[in-house]
Nanobody, 124 residues
């Protein structure tokens, strides 16, 4: 079993920054593809970013050049640095772990474990 715990959410003004963290435990972190998804009220959960075991990254078009995903294998933690935040980035952000390979990283169905989510609110 894999446990994922997100932190770092909060309230920020438009144009500001936040860094989300996701600490994992339970299995070998370095074998996972790690992803971030988000869900706004009344909307479906959507892909934000993913990082492979070796550091390949993938981003949704809406966050490219503003968000950066990274991982620290020594700390079993994945991060999402969010800059130039916009009101439309407001959502609950979820961390997820995929035990399979790279290729389906933008699909929520590919992920095996999920965190409980952390709220990000961007005011205008």
């Amino acid at each position: 079993q894999v446990q994922l715990v997100e932190s770092g959410g909060g309230l920020v003004q438009a144009g500001g920054s936040l860094r989300l963290s996701c600490a994992t435990s339970g299995r070998t972190f370095t074998t996972y593809v790690m992803g971030w998804f988000r869900q706004a009220p009344g909307k479906e959960r959507e892909f934000v970013a993913a990082i492979s075991r070796s550091g390949w990254t993938d981003y949704a078009d809406s966050v490219k050049d503003r968000f950066t995903i990274s991982r620290d294998n020594a700390k079993n933690t994945v991060y999402l640095q969010m800059n130039s935040l916009r009101p439309e980035d407001t959502a609950v952000y979820y961390c997820a772990a995929e035990l399979g390979g790279w290729g389906q990283q933008s699909s929520s169905k590919a992920y095996d474990y999920w965190g409980q989510g952390t709220q990000v609110t961007v005011s205008s």
